[in-house]
């Protein structure tokens, strides 16, 4: 019995890797579905517009490819293209299509979840605004603040109409203002512009605070 089982081994190892073989060939070629997220990336965005408000990430994709290639799929291989060349200001919607898919070599787009994507664009503007100091601390006991001189008092914002618009100042990083006994001069760095308002060129200002020392008057005491 032994015999019969050992009698021309080579071939039969040969046939078993033969078959299996020929099964992950089978399996691997076969076709499947898997759905992924791809992220959405905004081209041709028209001079002068920017986008405004929420704005989608992503979209889910059901893709189809061999398996063996669906196996290494991951959302970094896709990326979806949403043209903005034909829009103009205002709400917008885009229909997203299975081509606007970057995607590998060997895999079909089926559907997309969305497939329109809502935005909203507005002109993009540009304004001066004041400079406003920011101080933190107390001075030394008998001291306090005095005038506040910066330069340049004013600084350009970029960024879509409607915020620029009611934007009137920016701040400056704190400015630290405890234990001081005399006047105060540095380079103060420009605070983040909140929401999609962005500094144009200015990112730091020259600050002088006068510490001023506190006179006291004395009171004249009644006569008795």
């Known amino acids: 019995m032994l015999r019969a089982l050992v009698r021309h081994w080579e071939l039969k190892l040969l046939s078993l890797v033969v078959a299996v073989t020929l099964w992950f060939f089978v399996v691997g070629g076969e076709k499947s579905e898997i759905m992924l997220s791809a992220r959405l990336e905004y081209v041709n965005l028209p001079p002068g517009l920017t986008l405004v408000g929420p704005t989608p990430e992503t979209i889910d994709v059901?893709?189809?490819?061999?398996?063996?290639?669906?196996?290494?799929?991951?959302?970094?291989?896709?990326r979806a293209e949403v043209n903005l060349a034909r829009l103009r200001a205002g709400e917008a919607v885009v229909q997203l299509v299975p081509d606007s898919v970057l995607k590998p070599r060997g895999v079909s787009v089926l559907r997309l979840s969305p497939s329109r994507v809502h935005l909203a664009l507005e002109p993009i503007a540009t304004a001066e605004v004041r400079v406003v100091p920011r101080l933190t601390g107390t001075p030394e006991p008998g001291y306090r603040v005095g005038a506040v001189s910066i330069t340049p008092p004013t600084v350009e914002v970029r960024g879509p109409r409607s915020e620029v618009a009611s934007r009137a100042e920016i701040h400056t990083s704190p400015i630290d203002v405890s234990g001081a006994r005399g006047p105060i001069t540095r380079s103060v760095a420009l605070a983040p512009a909140p929401g999609a308002v962005r500094l144009t060129k200015t990112r730091a200002v020259d600050v002088t605070v006068e510490i001023r020392e506190q006179r006291v008057v004395p009171q004249n005491r009644p006569p008795r």
């Open 62 to 78: 059901l893709v189809q490819g061999v398996r063996t290639t669906l196996a290494r799929l991951t959302p970094e291989d896709l």
